[in-house]
């Protein structure tokens, strides 16, 4: 067999690969940061396509597959590794939603800073929660995890043959409504604690206004807060890390459940 049909042969399975790669690599935590050039990016989804091809079953294609038919297997495939780093993802958001939640409750709303990781502007506390979830995760093996169950679903989803009713919609919305749940307990304690300060500060501006308690009510939510905060930072870290396993456990068992007929 010549090059150029050795080409025809295996270039469309190993474009099929690179997508899946590349959907990973779109959400995933750490690996969809901007800070990482395009560049870098692409070549880290060709140097991954050609370490792992090797060791799949390319798919019987055509050779001369056409790109109508080739774009929804694209898709199928980015869809794959997408869906694996959104799951993924949504633990560290839901952590970023609680510090918000738990800036506006301080007052720090207009305390926003630019954060490079993201490329877009963040809260202080969103921001510090955001990084102690992408600590957990790193702690956890998330990525290798990530990368380990991405080589598995080649065997329980060879390339071109996810099926519609596959796609884990219920499970994405799940992993989303528990990510609202971590945030709410993350900032319950600090925006009860806020809320009895406000209380004591109205009661004490309406019996004592000689007093003129608004003037430091401000200064002392910030430090109830962070009081409150440093205080649960081991529970907050719990939380952070039992959302994160289980994010990354129903990845897995989503991928075995693809191999089902």
């Known amino acids: 067999m010549g090059l150029a049909e050795l080409f025809a042969v295996h270039a469309v399975p190993f474009l099929l690969v690179m997508f899946r790669l590349a959907g990973l690599l779109i959400f995933a935590p750490l690996l969809s940061s901007v800070m990482i050039p395009a560049r870098v990016k692409a070549l880290l989804v060709l140097m991954f396509a050609a370490a792992i091809y090797p060791m799949i079953a390319?798919?019987?294609?055509?050779?001369?597959?056409?790109?109508?038919e080739l774009a929804p297997l694209v898709?199928?495939?980015a869809l794959i590794g997408g869906v694996m780093g959104l799951i993924a993802t949504l633990?560290?958001?839901?952590?970023?939603m609680a510090g918000v939640i738990v800036s506006q409750q301080m007052g720090f709303g207009l305390a926003r800073v630019y954060n490079p990781l993201n490329d877009t502007d963040m809260d202080l506390l969103g921001q510090l929660l955001s990084f102690v979830a992408l600590g957990?995760?790193?702690?956890?093996?998330?990525?290798?995890?990530l990368f380990a169950t991405l080589l598995g679903s080649f065997a329980n989803a060879p390339l071109g043959t996810l099926r519609a009713d596959q796609t884990p919609l219920s499970l994405v919305t799940a992993t989303l409504s528990s990510g609202f749940e971590l945030a709410l307990r993350v900032s319950a304690p600090v925006g009860a604690l806020i809320f009895l300060v406000l209380v004591a500060i109205g009661v004490l501006n309406k019996t004592m206004p000689q007093l003129n308690v608004m003037t430091i009510g401000f200064s002392i939510k910030i430090l109830a807060g962070f009081l409150v905060l440093a205080a649960s930072l081991t529970a907050v870290a719990h939380a952070g890390a039992e959302e994160i396993s289980v994010a990354l456990e129903n990845i897995l068992r989503w991928t075995h459940t693809l191999g089902a007929r």
């Open 91 to 96: 633990p560290i958001l839901a952590m970023d």
């Open 58 to 68: 390319p798919p019987q294609l055509p050779p001369s597959t056409t790109i109508l």
């Open 75 to 77: 898709l199928r495939e």
């Open 136 to 145: 957990l995760f790193i702690a956890l093996g998330g990525l290798n995890l």
